[in-house]
């Protein structure tokens, strides 16, 4: 009962940025987290960056100080701001929700969204 559309991908040289979004609608009582994830090709799925209910945000190591998570005061849109990209950033970028409570309730994931990033 919950969508998530993603959108901001795009290509950009290295040192540039981007802003990805990511739009729930639906069926949504209660937000736990929201999440960025991240696969290039021929690697595993990686979780980027998180940011809980309180508000606290956690970033994996290589993108820390360079990546930004955070929401609308709705919580009902989480964004992700990219800056001094690097080529090894080019994946295609998940957005992901956990709805705590409700009918509702469990993992929900956008559909995806291509970044990628040229020396």
């Known amino acids: 009962q919950v969508q998530l559309v993603e959108s901001g991908g795009g290509l950009v040289q290295a040192g540039g940025s981007l802003r990805l979004s990511c739009a729930a609608s639906?069926?949504?009582?209660?937000?736990?987290?929201m999440y960025w994830y991240r696969q290039a090709p021929g690697k595993q799925r990686e979780l980027v960056a998180t940011?809980?209910?309180?508000?606290?945000?956690n970033y994996v190591d290589s993108v820390k100080g360079r990546f930004t998570i955070f929401r609308d005061s709705a919580k009902s849109t989480v964004y992700l701001q990219m800056n001094s990209l690097k080529p090894e950033d080019t994946a295609v970028y998940y957005c992901?929700?956990?709805?705590?409570?409700?009918?509702?309730?469990?993992?929900?994931w956008g559909q995806g969204t291509q970044v990628t990033v040229s020396s």
């Open positions: 940011i809980a209910d309180s508000g606290r945000t």
């Open positions: 992901a929700v956990d709805v705590a409570v409700g009918p509702s309730a469990g993992d929900y």
């Open positions: 639906g069926s949504i009582f209660s937000i736990n987290a």
